[in-house]
């Protein structure tokens, strides 16, 4: 025992800081988790706040409410996972082929909606969609054809959402498969062109290889948080317009929209907790896979 | 990628509006924001413990009352974010209560963005402060109370409170009352202001519309078509999501949970939506949406007011109140305006609760904080100072002087505004002096409002959500997606949305709502009569 | 043989070229075109915005947007002051403490690797929420108001972490044995050999603290009530909450919208937007250089 934690000391030495850091502002406060079992109040503390069983959950459970929100935003996830990363590979693959001072303008460029916070954003896009006065509408006017209402027929949001979505992260997600392209050892792409492989086939046989394990990981966290949905996305840029929600709703919202007059925190937490725990259990599952398959990219 | 936003997300991308703050807020297991009707007569085990706090904080010290020095807190929304010269209009105010009462006061003026999530942590986390502005709204009274946080004042009241108990409107008493006991002091507010329909004074006189003989809104359908078909740039009528019309809401039902009205007419407890009068009013805009009088994306847009001043509408409703010669909307819109009275809302619970002081549960020194909103309801150049700031810097005096007497002073505005409390927020509002931002005769104009209102049936009678929780959580997801369509009449099919909505209303639990509130409503006449 | 198969490597394949550049030339067009609407409506009266809509050549010029904010200059400037020094700060200590603990988790020889890596996940997904979190930093360590408090909750994360374990995996085993062998210990290991060899992990890393800490308004509004220990993005939300505090039916009622007031517009939304993220921006194509550069380096190490 002693002999192992000895051997282990180096180590550990090292992640105490971080270690300490995680028990005081992460595991302290956990507490909370009673919360979605309790009627809070203030006077008694969390301890001592009377117990209400699954009542809080109730809301969440009730008649065919959750239905609804819980396939768009898992859609919503989904989608996001496998085009998200796919486009940013895609993009982290194609800038690796560009000289580095294309690469820095490009990047800087493609920062900068990642910059501007949700709804200013969503004011961006409304001068884009606005019935009279935006781009597009005035564009079609032009053309002689009838202007769309935008804001009012929800077929159209699943892809306005997905691109939106895209277009603030892109920047941010591209450059952590960018990194990891740097990191290649660049001695295995002029063996495979001594080889004479093409740019596609070194893409396919050695980049997106030697990147897959951050790939999987990045992936398998995706995977926990696919009950959670992107309030600022989802509020702001469809202008919280109710006639959207067929396609626009999703579970942010929907607590949102349920305890704004109750402000309870109970039955919030219960929401965060419902959430947490989907996630959890997904991933757990996710990483068990994983593991069989290689131990290498799971992530505990 | 998404995983990347979903997790940085959470705290970055959302930069944003209070609506967001709100999000976060109950995302991260809290929530605040505002309600028209709302919560509990606190059950017996929530406000038990608080006034045993102050049984045991008002211990018998008379004589020596004021005999330690002590520090008092009043937590309060920062009216202008600009707010400035905070230590002088503190030590000046200072001067007065730490002579009388041998205290001083410090104001923790938050910033809206910040109002209603900090007040909610700090009471949570049981933080010790001593007085906090609570409304039926903003940092909810109903909630404070059924969660513990405030003091009952009864007590109090009588031993310290004897200006406050001389001012305070007598009917106001019973909309602070939980459970027979006092928690909060009410302000003096204009508790029924009237509502009005507000027209661009150019377009009344061109098309010679007699707008003084519009009683409904739908006695506004010739002047809307008028305008429709002879002015091309303009919009007939304004409505947003969150405004409509002046009248479409029902002056005589006064609400008591989302959804639940009780009607001053025969005294029942009914579901708004299946009362025929307030069916024919949203019909009525969905035809004015259908005749094109109301803008297509009108339910998109949320900033009634830049909407207002833009002065693109003919109609337009009141900026909160009516006069005469429509002075008030032409100041606050900025054009030339005229206004018709449309109607008086009752003197509601809400009404009466839009502006109160209360003392926290964990003040240390409750008694002294009495004393001083005693002292504040007493003296007026302490109040008119906590709101106006000092003279000379902050305000000038026009006539009269300030120590005793009425005078009329000018208190700076605009860009070079520094410091401003709404007298409201403290709590005498007719003891403000005569001055640009109220004249002593509005003042005495609101007063007699008030006085001459009429106090709606259920006065007093609040409403515990406690047992039917999930219900109104249901209820109220529905009716925040119905209402922008509602008041903005952009449905294709109003008879066909009109009957959905009413049964996914009733399939979310709207029946044991009403059977709820009938219950509650019936226990508190029987106790009340 | 290396340096003419890098030239090979280089060399262009123009048609190839030439489509990438045109693809990130369109792509970054729509990233900028939302950003020049932001900076055409913040020189635009508000009464143009509500009857013309939002648009990139602003009808009528006007500075307003910006008097409004500069109004009181001291607060943002020493909001730009908090955010700078919390952001330098925070990013700073953050990847120490971030890299040293996915360092661990990351060698496959360490003991309590899987029970490391768990412990940090596990915060990923449950949160103890804001009312023990207020209680903690509040009531027992003291830090309302503070510089601390806006620092020390986002130190360490288990995004971060997975992230930064996911880079330092890829580290060859046996450039650690061999150093080993030498007779190094883990922190001159760590210090010495995995750092100079990661750092395009470590810029990434780096970009990213100090995204966050920029971007961050969350921890103001828990844990700041004193306007001078305010951030930037604190100050764009407050902005926007009290405009729309002041057009509310609430505001309008009781009067407290007074002619003359000065009532923040959805151009000074816009205008706040630009001050915050302007400088960031100008930063970030130096920030990016060395960020590139370290890159290169690390690229180059095999």
């Known amino acids: 025992m002693i002999r192992i934690i000895k051997k282990n000391a180096g180590l550990s030495m090292l992640a105490l800081p971080g270690f300490l850091l995680i028990i005081i502002f992460n595991y302290v406060p956990l507490y909370g988790l009673l919360l979605p079992f309790k009627s809070y109040r203030y006077n008694l503390g969390i301890w001592n706040s009377p117990w209400v069983g699954f009542d809080n959950f109730g809301y969440l459970f009730h008649g065919d409410a959750l239905y609804r929100v819980l396939r768009n935003t898992i859609l919503y996830n989904m989608t996001f996972i496998v085009l998200g990363t796919t486009l940013s590979v895609v993009v982290a693959l194609l800038l690796y082929e560009l000289s580095r001072r294309f690469v820095r303008a490009y990047q800087t460029i493609l920062f900068i909606p990642y910059f501007i916070s949700w709804v200013v954003a969503g004011f961006a896009f409304r001068s884009l969609f606005d019935m009279e006065y935006g781009v597009i509408n005035r564009f079609l006017v032009s053309l002689g054809e009838e202007p769309i209402m935008w804001y009012s027929d929800p077929k159209y949001w699943p892809y306005i959402i997905v691109i939106a979505a895209v277009w603030k992260g892109l920047g941010y997600s591209s450059v952590i498969y960018y990194a990891a392209l740097m990191g290649i050892d660049s001695e295995y792409y002029d063996a495979a062109k001594i080889d004479g492989a093409s740019k596609l086939r070194q893409a396919f046989s050695i980049s997106v290889p030697m990147i897959k394990p951050i790939i999987i990981m990045l992936v398998i966290l995706q995977i926990g948080s696919i009950c959670y949905s992107d309030f600022g996305l989802f509020y702001n840029v469809t202008l919280n317009s109710s006639l959207l929600y067929s396609t626009t709703d999703v579970i942010d919202t929907f607590v949102y929209r349920s305890l704004i007059d109750l402000g309870d925190i109970g039955m919030a937490s219960a929401a965060g907790f419902f959430q947490s725990i989907v996630g959890f259990c997904l991933v757990l599952i996710t990483n068990t896979i994983v593991k069989k398959i290689n131990p290498e990219n799971s992530l505990f | ?529 | 043989m290396k340096e003419y198969a890098t030239t090979l490597a280089r060399r262009p394949l123009p048609v190839g070229k030439l489509i990438i550049h045109l693809l990130f030339i369109a792509l970054c067009a729509a990233c900028i075109f939302p950003f020049l609407v932001i900076i055409g409506t913040s020189v635009q009266s508000e009464n143009d915005i509500v009857k013309f809509g939002y648009s990139i050549i602003p009808k009528n010029f006007t500075w307003d947007a910006y008097r409004v904010i500069l109004h009181s200059p001291q607060t943002l400037f020493q909001s730009y002051f908090v955010t700078i020094t919390t952001t330098v700060v925070g990013s700073i200590v953050g990847m120490w403490v971030t890299t040293t603990y996915a360092y661990a988790i990351s060698r496959k020889d360490y003991r309590f690797r899987s029970f490391l890596a768990f412990f940090i996940f596990f915060t990923m997904l449950f949160h103890g929420g804001m009312v023990p979190s207020y209680i903690l930093m509040v009531k027992w360590l003291g830090l309302k108001n503070t510089m601390l408090a806006l620092i020390l909750p986002y130190l360490i994360s288990g995004w971060f972490v997975m992230l930064m374990k996911g880079f330092l995996q890829t580290i060859p085993e046996a450039v650690i044995e061999s150093a080993k062998i030498d007779g190094a210990g883990e922190l001159r290991i760590f210090a010495q050999i995995v750092i100079p060899i990661s750092k395009p992990a470590l810029a990434t890393l780096g970009l990213f603290f100090a995204l966050q800490y920029w971007n961050d308004w969350w921890l103001t509004l828990l844990y700041i009530e004193h306007d001078h220990l305010m951030k930037l993005q604190y100050l764009l939300i407050r902005v926007l909450k009290n405009m729309e505090y002041l057009n509310s039916a609430e505001a309008i009622q009781y009067g407290l919208v007074k002619p003359g007031m000065l009532v923040p517009s959805l151009s000074a939304r816009m205008a706040m937007c630009i001050l915050a993220a302007g400088p960031m921006l100008l930063v970030f194509p130096l920030f990016q250089k060395y960020f590139v550069q370290g890159l290169t380096v690390g690229s180059v190490k095999g």
């Open chain 2, 1 to 529: 990628m998404s995983r990347t936003k979903a997790k940085v997300s959470k705290k970055l991308l959302l930069s944003g509006t209070g609506a967001i703050l709100a999000a976060m807020f109950i995302i991260s297991g809290c929530n605040s924001k505002d309600n028209a009707a709302s919560s509990p007569s606190g059950s017996s085990e929530a406000s038990q413990p608080a006034s045993e706090a102050s049984q045991a904080a008002s211990p018998e010290d008379s004589g020596s009352e004021t005999k330690d020095f002590v520090k008092l807190s009043w937590y309060m929304p920062k009216p202008i974010d600009s707010m400035k010269d905070q230590d002088t209009v503190e030590a000046e105010a200072n001067k007065i209560i730490s002579e009388k009462l041998n205290a001083e006061l410090h104001l923790n003026l938050i910033d809206n963005a910040g109002w209603e999530d900090k007040m909610k942590l700090i009471s949570a986390a049981g933080e010790p402060y001593d007085i906090v502005f609570t409304t039926f709204s903003s940092n909810r009274i109903s909630d404070n109370v059924q969660k513990g946080a405030l003091l009952p004042l009864d007590d109090l009241l009588q031993k310290y409170g004897q200006n406050i108990l001389a001012k305070v409107d007598s009917r106001a008493w019973k909309a602070v009352t939980y459970n027979g006991k006092i928690m909060a002091i009410p302000a003096q507010t204009p508790y029924s202001p009237a509502g009005a329909h507000v027209f661009k004074k150019d377009m009344v006189e061109k098309y010679k519309f007699d707008y003084k003989n519009v009683k409904s809104i739908q006695d506004l359908e010739p002047f809307l078509a008028e305008i429709k078909k002879n002015e091309p740039d303009m919009i007939p009528l304004l409505a947003t999501a969150n405004g409509t019309a002046s009248g479409v809401t029902l002056y005589d039902y006064t609400t008591i949970s989302p959804g639940i009205s009780y009607s001053e007419q025969d005294g029942k407890v009914v579901k708004i939506l299946d009362v025929a009068q307030n069916k024919a009013n949203y019909q009525t805009i969905n035809d004015f949406y259908k005749k094109g009088y109301i803008a297509k994306d009108a339910a998109i847009k949320t900033d009634y007011l830049a909407e207002a001043k833009s002065g693109k509408y003919a109609v337009m409703r009141d900026s909160g109140g009516y006069t005469e010669d429509g002075s008030k909307s032409t100041a606050t819109y900025g054009f030339p305006t005229v206004e018709t009275l449309s109607g008086y809302p009752t003197i509601s619970t809400n009404s009466m609760t839009s502006a109160a002081s209360a003392i926290s549960a964990t003040s240390k020194n409750p008694e002294r904080a009495m004393m001083l909103l005693d002292l504040i309801w007493g003296d007026k150049y302490l109040l008119n100072t906590l709101a106006y700031g000092v003279e000379g810097k902050n305000y000038t005096v026009k006539s009269g002087t300030v120590k005793d007497g009425n005078p009329t002073i000018e208190a700076t505005s605009g860009s070079e505004q520094t410091w401003a409390i709404w007298h409201n927020w403290l709590g005498p509002l007719w003891d403000q002096w005569d001055s640009n931002w109220n004249s002593t005769a509005a003042l005495e104009a609101m007063r007699k409002n008030n006085d001459n209102g009429k106090a709606s049936g259920i006065l007093g009678f609040i409403f515990n959500p406690e047992s039917v929780k999930t219900e109104i959580a249901q209820v109220s997801a529905i009716q925040k997606e119905a209402n922008p369509i509602l008041t903005t009449g952009s449905m294709p099919d109003f008879e066909k949305y009109y009957t959905n909505l009413q049964k996914r209303l009733d399939d979310a639990g709207m029946d044991k709502i009403l059977v709820e509130a009938q219950k509650q409503f019936d226990a508190w006449k029987s106790a009340n009569s």
